[in-house]
């Protein structure tokens, strides 16, 4: 695991775009996964710009996204399939046909999990996996005791899901309490993973998830298991970790990192 320190939230997801747009270039068929959330927002709003700028090409680019509320369908302006729609897809010239959400009205919430795993594979992976940080410690909606080894599934919602996301919804009563999330284990079969988490409200969580033993209770842990996975925070996010001197020198003597600093 790397730990990069940006000053600023937007320095921070400044630098998450510009890593995703430096791997799109390198490969303009990559297998994209792709996270939801507000932290987001500000990924999305760069990569656009980036496309409205430099005429960075999403063309020929997949995308999975990591979960889905259950009983929302795609027009509902909660739904994730609306914020990616939103916020990137219907921003870029990405081919919607090319994006990939779970589908959380399908009549067979299981069979769709299993459908959603074997395109996946049908992509030959994912190339980049995007990941968000809930304050409950989940990637994904991998809630607290998410098996480590988990495939995409339906999930319940836990209570401090519930409270962090309710009021993005007009009627927060009309929250769904359940989801369907890649799991711990589809995450980490992704070549490479991107984790970005801003602000200070994350910085407990964070510094559970970079120097905490490993645990399903919070799913993040598990990305220390991974063998190319960054996590990009702003100083805000960063106040809890003890090493983060340590990070910083790392970020500054190697040299993948030199056309970024
Ligand atoms: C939701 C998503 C997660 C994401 C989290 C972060 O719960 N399912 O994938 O990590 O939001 O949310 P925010 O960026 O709003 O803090």
């Given at each position: 695991?790397?730990v990069?320190i ?9 630098l ?5 747009a ?5 490969n303009?068929?990559?297998?994209l996964?792709?996270a ?14 980036l496309h409205?700028t ?7 680019c997949?995308t ?7 009983g929302?369908p795609?027009?509902?302006p ?5 914020y990616m729609?939103?916020h990137?897809?219907?921003q870029?010239?990405?081919?919607l046909r090319?994006t990939?959400l779970?589908d ?13 795993e074997?395109?996946?594979k049908r992509?030959?992976g994912?190339?980049?996996q995007l990941?968000?940080?809930g304050?409950?410690g ?6 607290p005791l998410s098996?480590?080894h ?13 409270e962090?996301n309710?009021s993005?919804?007009a ?5 769904p309490r359940r989801a ?8 980490l ?5 991107l984790?970005l988490?801003?602000?200070p ?5 964070i510094a559970r998830a ?5 645990t399903?209770?919070i799913?993040a842990?598990?990305l ?8 990009v925070?702003?100083?805000a ?6 090493e983060a001197?340590?990070?910083?020198w790392i970020?500054a003597?190697e040299?993948?990192w030199?056309?970024?600093?």
């Open positions: 695991m790397e990069i940006r000053p600023t939230a937007e320095a921070a997801s400044d998450v775009a510009r890593i995703i430096r791997d799109l270039r390198a303009p068929h990559l297998v996964g792709l939801t959330g507000r932290t987001m927002e500000a990924v999305y709003a760069q990569l656009v710009g409205r430099e005429g960075l090409d999403f063309s020929l997949s999975f996204n990591l979960d889905e509320y259950v929302l795609p027009a509902d909660h739904s994730y399939r609306h729609n939103r990137l897809f219907n870029v010239n990405i081919d090319n990939h779970p959380g009205m399908a009549a067979d919430l299981d069979a769709e999990c299993v459908r959603y074997e395109l996946i992509f030959n994912i190339d980049l990941l968000g940080l304050r409950a989940h990637i994904g909606f991998n809630e098996a480590l988990s495939r995409t599934r339906e999930k319940a919602l836990a209570p401090l899901t519930l962090q309710r993005l919804f009627d927060p009563e009309t929250m369907i999330t890649m799991g711990v284990g589809t995450i079969e992704a070549r490479r993973c984790l988490a801003t602000g409200k994350k910085a407990g969580i970079v120097e905490g033993p490993i399903s209770m799913s842990t598990a220390q298991l991974h063998c190319r996975c960054t996590v925070i702003d100083e996010a960063a106040a809890q970790l003890k001197d340590y990070y910083r970020f003597n040299p993948e030199e056309q970024f600093r």
